[in-house]
């Protein structure tokens, strides 16, 4: 029973996530894919979104992750068999209850396993992103968008890593931003402060909790933040790059700061695109 609700809290948590994923990238879909975007735009896009992907996607949903749940649940068990190889611990006197060495190979078998798994995790959380993000978009399986997703990534995978890596440094950006304002702006709250004797004090500790919030903000929100960016100029960018060639006939859908960004240019209808 606990292997059953562990596997369960599994598939639950990654079944959110991936909702959330697939109706931000509905969201975004219906307003990157609209050529006046003045107009086009459906008034309430993320409700729209979040009504398409419970209607239509909720299996392709279900399925992604469901197979992150199983490697979460292996590596799960091989952190148990680890645990149970080194030895059984006495938690009431914080000392080890009986011997359990394990032998060189062994240790070398579990990290290898521990190692692998945990690359896998990783590969498939990346490919199940840009699934969902191509589900919303053409609605078709998960299997057949996972496939086009990470061949459409694969044939521009340099444009992928530069995007990638941009992502990153707009990010920290953003909190070095965040961090140095509020140093410099309690720095001066407090120095006019007369009551205070040591005004650094405060500002310090202003400082080192904003920084604690941007740790906790990579962690639990960086990874939405990273997936915004990413879901709004990578894969739509590149599809579009792929589908159109700026000619009257196929457009960009881009807006012009985007294409002046990437050097693409519509011919003879770029002012009805602004």
Not at 45 to 71: E, K, M
Not at 97 to 116: D, H, M, R, V, W
Not at 189 to 199: D, I, K, M, P, V
Request: glycine content about 6%; charged content about 20%.
């Amino acid at each position: 029973m606990q292997i059953y609700h562990l596997f369960g809290w599994f598939w639950l948590l990654n079944f959110i996530m991936a909702l959330g994923m697939c109706v931000l990238a509905g969201s975004f879909a219906s307003y990157y894919w609209a050529w006046d975007k003045k107009t086009d735009i459906p008034k309430f896009a993320v409700a729209s979104s979040f009504y398409r992907t419970l209607r239509y996607h909720t299996g392709s949903l279900a399925f992604g992750s469901l197979i992150i749940a199983i490697v979460q649940l292996i590596r799960a068990a091989l952190e148990y068999i680890d645990h149970k190889l080194r030895g059984n611990y006495d938690y009431f006197n914080f000392v080890p209850a009986g011997p359990g060495e394990q032998s060189e190979i062994t240790k070398y078998l579990i990290k290898c396993l521990k190692c692998c798994f945990w690359c896998l995790e990783k590969f498939l959380k990346f490919l199940n992103k840009n699934a969902y993000i191509m589900v919303a978009i053409h609605g078709k399986n998960f299997c057949k968008s996972a496939k086009d997703a990470f061949f459409l990534l694969m044939r521009n995978i340099v444009r992928v890593v530069v995007l990638d890596k941009v992502t990153d440094f707009i990010l920290f950006l953003g909190q070095l931003t965040i961090t140095a304002g509020i140093a410099v702006g309690s720095f001066y709250w407090f120095e006019r402060q007369e009551n205070l004797n040591y005004y650094l004090a405060p500002v310090i500790v202003s400082v080192d909790l904003q920084l604690i919030s941007d740790v906790e903000s990579l962690i639990l929100k960086g990874q939405r933040s990273r997936f915004i960016v990413f879901c709004r100029l990578l894969l739509f960018t590149v599809e579009d790059s792929e589908r159109n060639d700026g000619s009257p006939e196929k457009p960009h859908y881009m807006s012009k700061p985007l294409r002046k960004l990437l050097g693409k240019k519509n011919k003879k209808r770029e002012s009805d695109s602004d």
